[in-house]
């Protein structure tokens, strides 16, 4: 399965320009732990929360300055058409928790964290298991 019919929920986007401070109200209000910076649907960056922390807080970043000022950048991204498998050694190679997913055109088209992974495979284990459960009362 292709993690575009996984992971295809909204992003929290920003531009470039847009204020940390700004930025962060929005991972309050969206209730996430990173935001992607875009221009134009490609993505140019992206700001988390330890970002936040270690460059604002105890780097002394303004929360007025830009989020370009405190952005990661180039970006790790991960092609729609990829599977949970590549997203596995994306985020193992590249020592990541977040992989944003572009399409052939390099547009944002959903993002991938860890955690996400984590319960995807969670549920698949579970499924697994389940399969395999002998039904009550019987012997094996």
Known sequence: MKLSEMFHE???????????????????EKNVGAVVVTKDRKVVGIVTDRDMT?????????LAAPVSEIMSSPVITIWDDQGVF????YLR???????PII??????????TADDLAALLAR?????????????????
């Open 54 to 62: 270690l460059r604002c807080i105890a780097g002394g970043v303004n």
């Open 103 to 112: 399409d052939r055109q390099d547009n944002l088209m959903g993002m991938m």
């Open 93 to 99: 190679g590249h020592k990541v928790r977040r992989l």
């Open 124 to 140: 698949e284990s579970l499924n697994v298991a389940q399969a395999y459960e002998p039904a009550i009362g019987t012997s094996v």
């Open 86 to 89: 590549n997203a596995t050694q």
């Open 10 to 28: 909204q992003v929290a986007t920003v531009e470039p320009t847009v204020s940390i401070g700004a930025a962060a109200n929005l991972m309050k």
